[in-house]
Each structure stands twice: as structure tokens, then as C-alpha cells.
């Protein structure tokens, strides 16, 4: 069992940054691939970005790319996402997740889920 956390998430203005983090607890946090994947009102969650347990692979959706940073701490038990230039469209729940396979996009493949930050940009 791997419980996540996820704090960081708030309300700022278009073009402002934040840093999401999502604290892990349980079994061997190094050994998991870990999503951030975010839901806006009205649409299905979607895939944001991922990395490998072994912190040399990253993947962006195409959408955040350049903007949006994904890292760990394995020492820290911790992952994070730093969001640069922020959007409006970029508001939303952001989730962290964990999952055994590397590289995965759908939300079916990861198995542990925090309960979700927000995050709302103002035009």
C-alpha cells in the first residue's frame, strides 16, 4: 500500500508559477513510476506528466511541455511538479499517482492516488 499526499495547489493569477508536492508513505517509494494528472470541471482526467523511478526518464503532455517540470526525491519520498507560465486552462485538480510500469499515460495503469490538489488560474 503507497498512501499520496498532495499539497501546493491554490489560486494565482495567468503567467504566475507553482510547485505542487505529493508526499509518499508505505511501501518502497523508489520503486514506482509517478503521474501527476489533473480533471478541469466537466472533462475526464487527463494524463499531465510522469517519471521513472530511476528519475533519468520524464514525460510531458504536449500542452505543458516547456512549462511544467516533474521531479523527484526519493530520499524525500516525495514528487513534485513545478508549474511555470500558468494558464487559465490549466485549472484544475491535480492528482499524483503511483504505478509499477514505466511509461504509462492512462490513469488505469497507476495504482495509488492522492486525493487531488487544486489548482485555479485567473485570467
Known amino acids: 500500500q503507497v498512501r499520496l499526499v498532495e499539497s501546493g495547489g491554490g489560486l494565482v493569477q495567468a503567467g504566475a508559477s507553482l510547485r505542487l508536492s505529493c508526499a509518499a508513505s508505505?511501501?518502497?517509494?523508489?520503486?514506482?513510476?509517478m503521474g501527476w494528472f489533473r480533471r478541469a470541471p466537466g472533462k475526464e482526467r487527463e494524463f499531465v506528466a510522469a517519471?521513472?523511478?530511476?528519475?533519468?526518464?520524464?514525460y510531458y503532455e504536449n500542452s505543458v511541455k516547456g512549462r511544467f517540470t516533474i521531479s523527484r526525491d526519493n530520499a524525500k519520498n516525495t514528487v513534485y511538479l513545478q508549474m511555470n507560465s500558468l494558464k487559465p486552462e490549466d485549472t484544475a485538480v491535480y492528482y499524483c499517482?503511483?504505478?509499477?510500469?514505466?511509461?504509462?499515460?492512462?490513469?488505469?495503469?497507476?495504482?495509488?492516488w492522492g486525493q487531488g490538489t487544486q489548482v485555479t488560474v485567473s485570467s
Open positions: 508505505g511501501r518502497t517509494f523508489s520503486a514506482y513510476a
Open positions: 517519471i521513472s523511478w530511476t528519475v533519468d526518464n520524464t
Open positions: 499517482a503511483a504505478g509499477s510500469t514505466w511509461l504509462r499515460l492512462s490513469a488505469y495503469d497507476y495504482r495509488y
